[in-house]
Nanobody
Framework: QVQLAESGGGLVQTGGSLRLSCAAS????????MAWFRQAPGKEREFVAAIGFSWSGGSTSYADSVKGRFTISGDNAQNTLYLQMNSLKPEDTAVYYCAAVRGIPPTVVAGAYNYWGQGTQVTVSS
């Protein structure tokens, strides 16, 4: 099985940028579909972006709220997933989680993923 560990969160001003990393260990992430989710206080966990390393040649998908601002990518040599976040807004404030699932295409449904990291806090000040 794969273990996931996020890093790169922090405090940033509105309009700023951050790059989150998710280090995968135990198995190569190239055999998984992987995604980023986020959860703000008092809200449900929501889909942010996904990438299908083993499906559709690594196709990506994004939530409408982050499309054009966030980019998901992966470095298979480093076995690391990234989320580049630009033009950050206060409403992007949340704990960000990376997730992985094997055997299905990437999906926006959190319950479909069976491997999760511990999360990293992103706070965007206004």
């Amino acid at each position: 099985q794969v273990q996931l560990a996020e890093s790169g969160g922090g405090l940033v001003q509105t309009g700023g940028s951050l790059r989150l990393s998710c280090a995968a260990s135990g198995r190569s992430m190239s055999i998984y579909s992987m995604a980023w989710f986020r959860q703000a206080p008092g809200k449900e966990r929501e889909f942010v972006a996904a990438i299908g390393f083993s499906w559709s040649g690594g196709s990506t998908s994004y939530a409408d709220s982050v499309k054009g601002r966030f980019t998901i990518s992966g470095d298979n040599a480093q076995n690391t997933l990234y989320l580049q976040m630009n033009s950050l807004k206060p409403e992007d404030t949340a704990v960000y989680y990376c997730a992985a699932v094997r055997g299905i295409p990437p999906t926006v449904v959190a319950g479909a993923y069976n491997y999760w990291g511990q999360g990293t806090q992103v706070t965007v000040s206004s």
